[in-house]
C-alpha cells in the first residue's frame, strides 16, 4: 500500500457469547478458584479480551504468527514488527456471562512516524461491544509497528523510577501462564511461546509477557483496593516484560479512581494506567 490511511473507516463485526468457561480457565490459570460464573455475573473490563477472538486460517497467518496484514489491518511493506501499545476502556455497563454481544471493529486512525528504531505506523482501533441484556463497553486500541528485521534495535526504556503507592502486588509470569494466555485469548504472535523466534527474528532477550495480560492484573488490582466496580480504564506499555522475571503492580488513590504502574525487576517502568 502506498498509503496506509486508505484503510481508516474499514469496520469489521463479530457476534458471540460470553461463555463462562474462558472466565473459569482464566482464573485458574491465575491459580485462583476454577468454579464456573453463573449467568449473569458481570465481566470486569479487561476480561473482555477473553471473547472475539481472532478466527482466521493458517494460510492468512503472517510470519509472526498474526493475522496477516491486509486482510483487516492496513497491508504494510516488508514484515513490520507489532506490539498492543495500549487501550482506552468505557465500561457504561458491564456486560454479563451469557449475554449474547455484538462487536463492531473499526480502524479508527493510521499514522506515520520516525522513532529511534526507524518508520513507525500507529494503528487505532475502535471496538464498540454491545450486548442484548444492556451490556456496553468501548475498547480503542493502539497497534504499533516497526521496521523489523533480526535482532533490530529496541528502543531504549525510560528510566526507573519510585512513586508513592498505596497497595502493590508482585508476580512473576512463566512460560505456562503465557502459553495458557495465548491460549485463552487465540493469541498466536510468536513472541510469546516460540523462544528462538522471539530471540532470533524479533531480537528480544526472553519470551515477552503479554501487555494485556499485565494491564489486567494491574486494573484487578485497583477494582480489588478500591472494593467497587471501575467504568473506565486505560494503559500504555513502555517497555517489554520477559518471562521468568518478577514484576510489581503498584497503585494510589486519585480522585474517583486510581493511578497505576508495573515495574520490572530492574525497577523500570514497563506499564503505567489510571482507573476511575
Not at 497497534?143 to 535482532?151: F, L, N
Not at 503465557?178 to 487465540?186: E, I
Request: net charge negative; with cysteine; hydrophobic share 35%.
Amino acid at each position: 500500500m502506498q498509503d496506509p490511511k486508505q484503510w481508516v473507516g474499514l469496520e469489521r463485526y463479530r457476534e458471540e457469547r460470553i461463555d463462562p468457561w474462558p472466565v473459569a480457565a482464566f482464573n485458574a490459570a491465575l491459580d485462583r478458584s476454577a468454579e464456573i460464573p453463573a449467568d449473569g455475573t458481570p465481566l470486569a473490563a479487561c476480561w473482555h479480551w477473553l471473547y472475539f477472538r481472532p478466527l482466521y486460517r493458517a494460510v492468512a497467518s503472517g510470519p509472526d504468527g498474526h493475522e496477516r496484514l491486509g486482510e483487516f489491518l492496513p497491508a504494510l511493506p516488508g514484515d513490520p514488527q507489532r506490539m498492543w501499545a495500549g487501550s482506552r476502556i468505557n465500561v457504561s455497563c458491564p456486560l454479563q456471562v451469557g449475554e449474547h454481544v455484538r462487536l463492531r471493529s473499526t480502524i479508527a486512525d493510521v499514522a506515520v512516524k520516525e522513532g529511534r528504531s526507524g518508520k513507525l505506523v500507529f494503528v487505532t482501533v475502535r471496538h464498540q461491544m454491545r450486548g442484548d441484556r444492556g451490556g456496553r463497553l468501548d475498547d480503542e486500541q493502539d497497534i504499533v509497528y516497526r521496521e523489523g528485521g533480526a535482532g533490530a534495535a529496541r528502543p531504549a526504556p525510560p528510566c526507573a523510577t519510585e512513586e508513592q503507592w498505596t497497595w502493590r502486588s508482585h508476580w512473576k509470569p512463566d512460560s505456562l501462564l503465557l502459553f495458557r494466555y495465548s491460549a485463552l485469548t487465540y493469541n498466536s504472535h510468536r513472541i510469546h511461546y516460540d523462544y528462538p523466534y522471539c530471540v532470533n527474528e524479533e531480537g528480544y532477550p526472553g519470551l515477552v509477557v503479554h501487555g494485556p495480560l499485565l494491564a489486567t492484573l494491574m486494573f484487578g488490582l485497583a477494582e480489588e483496593n478500591l472494593g467497587r466496580p471501575l467504568s473506565r480504564f486505560e494503559y500504555r506499555s513502555q517497555a517489554p516484560v520477559f518471562s521468568g522475571t518478577e514484576v510489581t503492580a503498584s497503585g494510589r488513590v486519585d480522585g474517583d479512581g486510581a493511578l497505576l504502574w508495573v515495574t520490572r525487576e530492574d525497577g523500570t517502568v514497563a506499564l503505567r494506567g489510571s482507573a476511575k
